[in-house]
């Protein structure tokens, strides 16, 4: 195994550090939205039950426990349930717009390295090319086959290399973006439902 990533030349060695990255990220990403899914499920089932017997501080207890973005937002609303629908509306959308950037926390830097894994491995393809160009136009008609074999394997390695890092942190990058863009729309939806039971539109 090391013998192959040693084939792949110092380009080799970013590869494999966005390779790390991509991997943390996704493990972290995958664990956060597990972990919010779970314990919003909980904050809403307990804050429908909370606020149908009228305990607010129940409810804002619960949404402190929680933590969770959902929390955040749910929390600023019933302690703004005093002031009217348009305020508490504004003020509310204002903690929506704070906490949203918490889903897509690290999905650019995801993306990025995606992009950047392809282009490191292209560019090993055309170092690597060069080098192999170099030993058939110094060595005679086949030049040094060693070494014209070395930089063909430099070539093809770092593209492969770059093209396993860069396929699954795409497919990761535009998964969770979706799993991002959900969470805030289910967030969305039952800020809009709790605002309309503080208001007493529904019971």
Not at 43 to 55: D, I, M, P, W
Not at 86 to 108: G, K, N, Y
Request: neutral net charge; proline residues 2%.
């Amino acid at each position: 195994m090391f013998d192959l990533l040693k084939s792949g030349g110092i380009l080799m060695i970013p590869i494999l550090i966005c390779g790390l990255f991509a991997t943390y990220i996704i493990i972290e990403r995958c664990v956060y939205f597990a972990s919010i899914q779970k314990r919003d499920r909980e904050l809403r089932k307990n804050l429908e039950e909370a606020l149908a017997s009228g305990e607010f501080t129940a409810a804002d207890a619960f949404c402190t426990r929680t933590g969770t973005p959902l929390a955040h937002v749910a929390k600023k609303a019933i302690d703004c349930r005093k002031l009217g629908e348009s305020a508490m509306r504004e003020i509310v959308q204002c903690e929506l717009d704070a906490v949203a950037p918490q889903f897509d926390h690290w999905l650019t830097l995801l993306s990025t390295i995606a992009n950047i894994s392809t282009l490191l491995g292209l560019f090993g393809t055309v170092t690597g090319n060069i080098k192999a160009f170099g030993v058939l136009g110094s060595g005679g008609t086949m030049g040094n086959p060693a070494v014209l074999a070395s930089s063909i394997s430099e070539a093809l390695m770092t593209t492969a290399a770059g093209l396993f890092v860069a396929i699954p942190a795409l497919i990761f990058s535009n998964y969770l973006s979706r799993r991002a863009d959900k969470c805030i729309t289910e967030m969305e939806g039952t800020v809009t439902k709790l605002i309309l039971r503080l208001t007493g539109r529904v019971m």
